[in-house]
């Protein structure tokens, strides 16, 4: 059975529960004819009411019919609730024939409730069927005759009925009034499943009309009255439009949870078009945050339901989304087939708004293919209509598919009056993510009309950015799909970087440079700041799970010994390793909720960011983009001077072919993440990467400026904290070669993800009352020079231990000590995962999961393989080992970029622990060590280890920084 067979079933399966209650009715002889035929009505009426076995409901009626054949008003009930069935049916013409037959009995019996219902029942039906006229007709006789017998839900039914239909027309101010009539009937008669559903409509009404307060007013009434009347199906409708009015306020995540609550009462109800509905919403979600994978399968789920019950507006819908989504993917003929589709559908209901947005999408697809006349059809037709419907989103679609005619027909001019419309359009309604895209294409417009505009192209491109990251911080905690959103808008950044740079803005560029950069983790490390903040409940309680799960993994099987011969109880390893990664990945959501709780979406200004970076400090910021049709890629990059008269400086460069590649072997951000071939550079001293990259990746001002820095003098060196991105964040920056010396050699150099991670002028994180110790954990001879100097320096202040578990004990209040040393292994993992080998024999490592529980130093040293490695995909948070140290207390990391070389490494970091217990800042303290390596190497004043040892970048240069506290000095040792 396919997937659309299931679908299909789900709604026209008879539940045995119900026919064996039939069958029970019928086959009990000691029951009376009078008091079986009301039994059967019963059950009858249940069954429709909830609809749910409808056919048992229709074989139940056609019993009963046969007891009360000769009692014209119950055989006229009967009629209506046969209609009522067919019409759920979907069985038009069936139902009709029952409805007239009903009528004819009441009038037979002069039954007036009864042919008021009738009425109604066949006004309803002429609706669907398109017959208005027919439809107003028999309602307004239904409803002239329940105003003569004063009956409040007749007419609550009869305005209903009216309300609905206008609405369905587009005629918003009818469908208003009608509701209201229809609410203040429906309070009249009581029943809260009657006041669910007038109160549904009234806030669709007001929905409709942009009135989103009334609308969510209304929708909360419905809700809670249909939950008092035990109503799946109104429930389910109730809370799809709580869905849609958390949409369009940008709440997505509010959004979403109405749009499952929706789901999940639509299957209660067993109604396929509450099904449809709430499927068509989580499928507009889903491409909202760009996930078209996800988002087409609900909108095919949505396609299925609307069929199976015959809901054409519902499928015009779903085909609409259908097309869209293969539109962005490409598949021409498939967005085509859809589309055309959904405007059928949309024509044959006569629904103005689908009608719009079908041709919307096919005016995109004339575009794609580079049929401009008929863009430009499709554009006017899907204007008339939307502005029939009242729809001014869809009026600013077709606004922005003229503008783009316009632009192909270099009419500058007329490009920007539609698309100036369609951004006030955009605004009017409300549409954040609408109004943001527009001001983007109007930046486009105004580059290409001179420069004398550039600064006002300039203003509207930057505050489309600026919307787009508030609206990736309305996605949550979700990290991947705020990576995927920032993705698939990167060209977004492209215009506003390239006009700041033509203009010379430096501020917009600094600015830009820092949007979409670690925005939560920043937030989160402000709040966390020093550790001494508690982790939410739901963090600590899955970093328990997950030490019982490493412990069960790692100590039953060990490298030769299975978990029968440790005398273990047998573990299943796989089982074990596959809920490890899924509690890593409920950490990393929960990680993200404490994130999104701290993350308030106000943007800081580049002032404002400037004033956190420490006097004295030089920074750089760093862009890569792929170029867009050309064969290099644009890197980007902001110096931001010490001075604070001095604006930040934007430099645009074009990488070739080569330095692509080098960067990416250097970084080792290719498929597979190997190091080998940026080895190979690395190893070779005088290989021409070092120079052509220094000279792309620093501007021409930066590049001067440190060219004229003595490295022999007296003074201090420059500090240069480096900002990078994406696959940026793997570059040995301090083998770059400037005016033949090393970027080292001219400046103290420290990296961050972001400036956000830099403290407020009035945060103090440096741990001033951390005592005067030092912590270490030492495996392996290569960690011998590191032990002895530390024994050295900080003598009776050393606390050395030797097993992981007394370890990880100690640094759950890692803040005793102000040094904490870790000379172990490291892997390649990325995010949580990423992780130290603490032993291998049993295997025991501490993650970066793991830290989110520590407390630890304001000093922290992971000396080790990948330790400083953060992932290069665009748009994600750099949380790994060296970013999650950060919220939990330290403030200075030293880590590697790679796999460095263990006696170098050793040597370097034993000179480092000198400097550092001399209170030297650790920029500075990490350089002068450096440095001595290289010059004892080239030398030759190194014992002769040759093979282990050696000055090229390869040995050294893998050793970074990350610090909050740029130049400065942290604590006394």
């Known amino acids: 059975m396919t997937e659309k067979d299931f679908a299909d079933r ?13 069958e029970c009715i019928l086959n009990d002889a000691s029951m009376p004819p009078a008091e079986r035929g009301r039994e059967l009505l019963t059950l009858a009426v249940d069954l429709t009411r909830h609809n749910r076995s409808l056919e048992t409901a229709s074989d139940a009626l056609t019993a009963c019919a046969f007891i009360v054949r000769n009692i014209p008003e119950v055989q006229s009930s009967l009629h209506l609730l046969r209609g009522e069935i067919a019409s759920k049916q979907n069985r038009i013409r069936a139902a009709r024939k029952s409805a007239k037959r009903a009528l004819t009995l009441a009038k037979i019996s002069k039954d007036a409730k009864g042919q008021i219902k009738a009425y109604l029942q066949l006004s309803e039906l002429a609706f669907r069927e398109g017959h208005e006229e027919s439809g107003r007709r028999r309602i307004g006789k239904g409803l002239d005759l329940a105003a003569k017998i004063k009956d409040p839900y007749l007419q609550y039914y009869g305005h209903q009925l009216l309300g609905k239909q206008a609405f369905d027309r587009g005629n918003w101010q009818e469908s208003k009034d009608h509701s209201e009539q229809a609410v203040e009937s429906a309070t009249a008669v009581g029943d809260p499943e009657v006041l669910a559903n ?53 709440n997505l995540d509010e959004s979403r949870e109405n749009a499952e609550q929706s789901l999940k009462h639509a299957i209660a109800s067993r109604d396929s078009r509450a099904r449809a509905h709430a499927y068509q919403l989580m499928g507009d979600l889903a491409r909202q945050r760009r996930d078209l994978q996800l988002a087409n399968k609900y909108a095919q789920q949505a396609l299925w339901c609307s069929e199976a019950c015959g809901d054409n507006e519902a499928q015009a819908s779903a085909h609409e989304l259908l097309g869209d989504l293969a539109r962005r993917r490409g598949e021409t003929q498939v967005a085509q087939q859809h ?59 077709a606004e922005t598919l003229m503008a783009r005619s316009a632009i192909e027909d270099d009419d500058w001019a007329k490009a920007r009056i539609h698309v100036e419309q369609a951004i006030v359009l955009k605004l009017a309604a409300g549409d954040a993510e609408g109004t943001a895209s527009a001001q983007m294409m109007l930046g486009h417009v105004l580059a290409n009309e001179g420069p004398q505009v550039w600064p006002e192209a300039l203003k509207n491109a930057l505050e489309a950015v600026r919307v787009r990251e508030r609206l990736r911080a309305e996605l949550g905690s979700a990290a991947a799909e705020r990576a995927r959103y ?53 963090v600590k309680y ?45 950490l990393a959501a929960l990680a993200g909720n404490a994130f999104q709780q701290v993350f308030t979406g106000v943007q800081t200004t580049p002032q404002e960011l400037r004033k956190r970076i420490p006097p004295g400090v030089h920074v750089l910021l760093l862009r890569l983009l792929p170029a867009n049709g050309l064969g290099a890629r644009l890197l980007y ?86 900002a990078p991105s994406g696959e940026l964040w793997g570059v040995p920056f301090a083998a770059l070669d400037v005016a033949g010396r090393y970027l080292l050699d001219r400046a103290a150099l420290t990296l961050l993800p972001s400036l956000r991670l830099l403290p407020e002028a009035s945060t103090t994180p440096y741990g001033a009352h951390h005592p005067d110790r030092a912590l270490a954990y030492m495996a392996g001879v290569a960690a011998q020079p590191e032990r002895e100097q530390l024994l050295y320096d900080f003598a009776d202040r050393l606390e050395e231990v030797l097993d992981p578990e007394e370890l990880v004990e100690k640094l759950r ?34 993650s970066a999961a793991q830290l989110l529980g520590l407390r630890l130093p304001v000093h922290l040293v992971l000396g080790s393989c990948w330790s400083g490695r953060l992932s290069p995909n665009p748009g994600e948070e750099p949380i790994g080992l060296p970013t999650v140290a950060l919220t939990r207390g330290a403030v200075t990391l030293t880590t590697a970029l790679y796999p460095v070389p263990d006696k170098a490494t050793g040597r370097i970091l034993a000179a480092y622990y000198q400097q550092l217990s001399t209170n030297i800042p650790a920029p500075h303290a990490l350089r002068n060590s450096q440095r001595r390596y290289v010059a004892d190497t080239s030398r030759g004043a190194l014992p002769d280890e040759r093979a282990e040892l050696g000055s090229a970048p390869w040995y050294w240069a893998g050793l970074t920084l990350l610090t909050t506290a740029p130049g400065q000095q942290i604590g006394n040792f």
């Open 813 to 846: 209040s890692g803040d005793r000590y102000k040094l904490a040393v870790l000379a172990v292994h490291g892997d390649d993992k990325l995010g949580l995962e990423q992780g130290l080998l603490l032993r291998a024999r049993p295997r025991r490592r501490l």
């Open 339 to 397: 589309a055309m589709r959904s405007l059928a559908l949309a024509e044959g209901s006569g629904d103005k708004q689908r009608q719009a947005n079908a041709n919307r999408v096919l005016g995109d697809l004339a575009y794609l293919q580079r049929d401009f006349k008929k863009m430009m059809q499709h554009a006017r037709r899907a204007y008339s209509q939307a502005q029939a419907a009242g729809d001014r989103v869809g009026q600013a679609n």
């Open 198 to 250: 007038a109160f549904y409509l009234r806030g669709m009404a007001a929905y409709a009309e942009d009135d989103l307060e009334i609308a969510q007013r209304y929708a909360e009434e419905a809700r809670e009255s249909a939950a008092a009347a035990q109503n799946p199906w109104t429930q389910a409708e109730a809370y799809k439009l709580l869905g849609d009015l958390a949409f369009w306020r940008g």
């Open 486 to 538: 920032l993705a698939a808008t990167w060209e977004w950044d492209r215009l506003p970087l390239q006009l700041a740079s033509d203009i010379g803005d430096g501020w917009a560029g600094f600015e830009l440079m820092e949007l979409g950069r670690s925005e939560a983790l920043a937030a989160l490390l402000h709040r966390y700041a020093g550790g001494e903040q508690e982790l939410p409940d739901g």
């Open 637 to 722: 990059s902001v110096w931001v001077p010490p001075d604070a008269n001095q604006p930040p400086i934007i430099r645009q460069r074009f990488l070739s072919d080569e330095e692509d590649r080098w960067l990416t072997e250097l970084t080792a951000s290719g498929p597979g993440g190997r190091h080998t071939a940026g080895r190979r550079l690395l190893r070779d001293a005088m290989h021409p990467w070092r120079r052509d990259l220094a000279m792309k990746l620093l501007p021409d001002e930066l590049y001067a400026l440190l060219s004229d820095v003595d490295p022999e003098s007296d003074t201090p060196a420059p500090t240069l904290l480096i």
């Open 10 to 22: 789900s709604f026209t399966t008879e539940d045995p529960k119900d026919v064996a209650r039939l």
């Open 542 to 586: 899955l970093l328990a799970e997950l030490e019982i799960q490493q412990a069960m993994a790692e100590t039953a099987l060990g490298p030769h010994m299975s978990g029968r011969e440790a005398g273990l109880p047998h573990v299943d390893r796989p089982s074990v390793e596959a809920q490890i990664a899924q509690l890593h990945a409920k």
